[in-house]
C-alpha cells in the first residue's frame, strides 16, 4: 500500500513539474505568431500584439498579454476596431479536470473600441471572412440535454473570479451621418461565485460629461440559462435621469421581464438637450420634472405599462398602455385619465404689441401680407406608422384664458385612417360633441368633421379666447364638412357640407344700431360709448359649403325696432368674401320671431376683397334708390298723402292733421334734427 501510495504521490510531482515547465518549453514568441494566425483566419483582420506574451500553467491556466490591437480594413477614418492595453485571462486548473469553469481573472485593461460605419454603409465590425460550413446535426439524446432545455449543462459550472474591464473607452461614428458619439471611463465588475447565486454586476460610465451609475442583479442565473425566471433588478442613475426596474426575468425563447418600473427625470429640458447635444426648440416654461411609476411587462414583441402614475410639471394623470410591435405596423392601445390639464406652461408668451414704427393697414382693411394655399402633395404617411386606439379623459383643460370643461376623447387610428371621436365636452355653461376624421388610405387625404355645441356663454367665452367683450349670448352650433385632396388647395375646393350658428338673447355692446340707422348724427358724434348696445332676441344664420364656396343668405339679427340682415359668399379657394349686411329700423316692438320684412330705412354694408386685404363700404347708392322707390310707391299708393308724403306731410289731410304714415322719408331725422 505505501508503494501505491508513492508511485501516486511521483506522478503527481511529475505532473505538478510538467505543468510549470510547460510555458518554459514553449516560447512565448511562437504562441503569439499562432494567435495572428488564427485570428487571421477567422476575421481577416491582422492583429499586432507588441507587449510581452506570459503563459502560465500552474496554478492557474493563463496568459497576459499587452498593448493588442486588432485593425480596421481599409477605407476606414481609424486605424483599430479594438486596442488592449492589458489582457489577462486565468482558469483554475484542477476545476476544469472535473468539468467546472472557474475564471480566475478576466481583466481587460484600457480597452478602446471603435465601432464605425463609412460613407457607403458597411460597419468595421462585420468580418469578411467565408461562410461557416453547415453544422453538424445534433445526435445529442434527449436523456443527455439539460432538463430544463436549455444551455446550463453545457456550461456546467461556471465561477467567475476576477472580472472586470478598467477605464474603457467606446466611440461611434456614423459617416453617412456625420456623427460622432463617446462613451468613456467604462469600469465594470462582475461577481458570480456559481450559476446558482446571484449575479452581480456593477458599473460606471461617462457620457456627454455627465457620469452614469449602473447596476444589475439576478437572482438565478441557471435558472434564466435554463428557460425559467429568476427576480432581478437593473438601475441606470445619473444626474438628469434616473430609473430602477425590480421584477421578474425570464429566459428561454420568451424572454423578458415584469416588475415596478420607477423613472424620475429632474428636468425634461435638461435630459433632451444632454441626449441630443441640442436645446429643446419648444418655447414656453413648462417641461420640467417628470416622473413615471407603474407596472412594466415586456416578452417578445409586446410591451405593457399599467397602473401608471404619470406627472410632468404640475400635471398628474393614471392610465394603462399596451405596444405590439410584432404585426405590420406597431400597435398601442391605452387609455389616459388627466386631472387638470394646463397647457399655458407649454405655450409661447403673448408677444408684445408692435411698435409705432409698423406703418399702418390702409383703410378699409387690414394687410398681413399675401398668402394661398399650398400646391404640394399631401404627405399622409404618418398616418400609416402605427395603429391606435387611446381614449383619453381631462377634468378640465386650461389653454391661454380658455377653460375647458370635463371632456373625453377617443382616438382610433387603422390602416391610414384617423378618427377622433370628441364624446363629451364642456364649455362654458355650454355641452357638445364632435366627430373628426382624417383618411390616408389612399393617395392625398380625405376630411370628414363634424361639430354640436349648444347653451355657450358668448361673453365670457370670447372675453377669456380673444378679450372681446362686445357680444353677448346663448351660442348654438352644428357644423358638418367633407373633402378630398392631393394637396391643399385641392382639398379646400372640395369641401362641402352645411351648418346653423345661433345666439340667442344676447346684445351687441358699445354700440346702438338702431340709433345709428335713426340719427347718423348722433350715433357718430361720440355720443355713444360702451353703456350702448343693441339688445337682439336672435343673431344667427344657416350656410352651406360647395366645392369650397360658403354660401349664407339668410343672417338675421332680430331686435325691438332694429333688423340686421345679411348674405353673400367666402371663396375658400382664392380666398376671397363678397358680402352685404342690411342694417334697418323697423317700426316694430317684435323680436324673436318678428316679421323681418317690415317696412324701414336701410343702410347697406358690403364687405368684399381678399381675406388679407378686406374693404368695408356702405352702399350710398342702393340706400337712396331704395328709399325713393319705396317713397314713392306710397305715393302712388295712396300710402303717404301723394306729393304731400314725399314732402313730409299728412296722409292725404290737411295741414293741421296730425295722423301720419309708417316712417315716412324725414330728411331733417336722418341728419339729427
Sequence with gaps: ????????????VLAIGALVALPMLVPADRIKEEVVAQVKAATGRDLTIQGKVSVSAFPSLGVEVANIALANPAGFSTKDLVRLGALDVKLKLLPILSGRVEVDSFVLVDPVITLEVDRKGKANWVFDTPAAAPA?????????????????????????????ISNGKLTYIDGPAGTKEEVDGINLTVSLKSLDDPLAVKGALNWRAKAIELGLNVAKPRALIDGKSSAADITISSEPVKLAFKGEANGGATAGAKGNIDLSVPSIRTLAQWATGKPLAMEGSGLGPFSLTGQLAAAGSKLSLTQAKIAIDAIKANGDFNVDTGGARPALKGKLDVEALDLNPYLPADKPASGATTSAPAAGGGSKGKSDWSDAPIDAAGLKAADVDFALSVGSILVKKIKVGKSALKVVLNNGRLTADLTELALYQGAGKARFGLDGSQPGLGLDASFA???????????????????????????????????????????????????????????????????????????????????FAELGGTFTITNGIVNNQDLALKSPLLRVEGKGTVELPPRTVHYR????????????????????????VIIEGPWDNLSYRPDLEAMLKGQATKAIGDAIGGKAGGVGGLLGGSDGASSGDKKSGPLPINPGGLFGR
Design 453 to 535: 355645441l349648444k347653451g355657450l356663454q358668448a361673453e365670457p367665452f370670447l372675453t377669456d379666447a380673444a378679450d372681446f367683450t362686445r357680444l353677448e349670448g346663448t351660442g348654438n352650433f352644428d357644423i358638418q364638412v367633407t373633402g378630398r385632396g392631393r394637396t391643399e388647395r385641392q382639398l379646400v375646393s372640395s369641401l362641402n357640407g352645411k351648418g346653423a350658428v345661433a345666439f340667442l338673447n344676447g346684445a351687441i355692446k358699445g354700440i346702438n344700431l338702431a340709433e345709428m340707422v335713426r340719427n347718423v348724427t348722433t350715433a357718430f358724434a361720440g355720443g355713444g360709448g360702451t353703456a350702448q348696445k343693441t339688445d
Design 136 to 164: 453538424a446535426a445534433d445526435k445529442t439524446k434527449p436523456s443527455e440535454k439539460s432538463a430544463g432545455g436549455g444551455a446550463s449543462a453545457g456550461l456546467g459550472d461556471l465561477v467567475l473570479g476576477d472580472v472586470r
Design 1 to 12: 500500500m505505501k508503494k501505491v501510495l508513492a508511485i501516486i504521490g511521483v506522478i503527481v
Design 581 to 604: 349686411v342690411e342694417p334697418k329700423a323697423v317700426a316694430s316692438l317684435e323680436g324673436q320671431g318678428g316679421k323681418s320684412d317690415v317696412g324701414g330705412i336701410q343702410v347697406p
